[in-house]
């Protein structure tokens, strides 16, 4: 009988080198959970990083993974994924690594559907390189760049993802492991790009940038949990939905034992509902937390296996470069 797979099987024993109390260890661990739940040998997995705090990921899991270049990881992992699309390919990318210099190699990802696991940490800051605003970093933030306030608008991850047309679409938090860890499984087989965005603490420059969401105190009333089939009721007392009416959201308010029958259940294969809640941020509405979407169409690896085929397989130069389409230079 074969062996089954637990997370301690995914660590590699080398030295985690990440400051005490990193929001990176918690989604190390959902990973490492969520390889050992698919069961699969680890020749089957290989991690794909950037640069930065989180793209120190692949030495820490054991399976085959490549440290590459800054922002590059999305086209380094479509090159792994198409020369051997039996694997599980995950890349692991930062709110700057993966929306700055990396941001047309990710848009170009999705806009593919080549089959890569995207996990972005969002710290909003540039963590590795001691503290610069980045892409996601909130408007009027004090930071090493911006020491009188950001006077740029952020990103929102999620939200772009399913503006470019992903097929899954997802946020988590880096201390929600039992919620945060299904997400990652499901995005794991989900055929397809998907996209998980995790709202991740950096403990030296945004160590209080998340309390509100995760504070017991407060976190019912500043997030909500979105889920396929289900109304989006949230607050300590469970009193307050968001509806859309038309293409609007709205915050309505309800006695907890009586809902009313007619607030709005989430559908995540609509694709105009995920691109509304995804948008949703502080401080109008509490923050989404769970899958966008879900929706899956052909994915590039697909399509290029069944075009490409033994039989039509090219005839390497002499098919690709016809004799009459070729040019001499004298």
Known sequence: ????????????????????GCGNFGILTMVQRVLAELNLPHEKYAIISGIGCSSRFPYYVNTYGFHSIHGRAPAIATGVKLSNPDLFVWVITGDG????????HMIHAIRKNIGLK????????????????????????????????????????????TSVGCGFVARGMDNDLNFTSQI??????????????????????????????????????????????KPMIFGKEKNKAIVIKGSKPQILEFDPKSPPKDLTI???????????????????FPMPIGIFIKKEKPSMEELYYSRNSAKQKPNWLEDIFPPNETYEIK
């Open 1 to 20: 009988m074969e062996k089954k797979l637990i997370a301690k099987d995914f660590s590699s024993g080398l030295p985690v080198k990440w400051c005490p």
């Open 97 to 104: 690594d993966g929306l700055s210099i990396g941001g047309n």
């Open 118 to 161: 995207i996990i972005l940490f969002n710290n909003r800051i540039y963590a590795l390189t001691k503290g610069q605003a980045s892409p996601t970093t909130l408007h009027g933030s004090k930071t090493k760049t911006t020491p009188l306030g950001n006077l740029d608008y952020p990103f929102n991850p999620a939200n772009f993802a």
């Open 184 to 229: 990652l499984k499901e995005s794991a087989l989900h055929k397809g790009t998907s996209f998980v965005e995790i709202m991740q603490k950096c403990i030296v420059f945004t160590e209080k940038e998340f309390d509100t969401y995760k504070s017991p105190q407060t976190k019912e009333d500043y997030t909500v949990k979105i889920e396929h089939g």
């Open 266 to 284: 989430y559908d995540y294969t609509n694709t105009d509902m995920a691109y509304i809640v995804s948008g949703l941020s502080q401080p109008d």
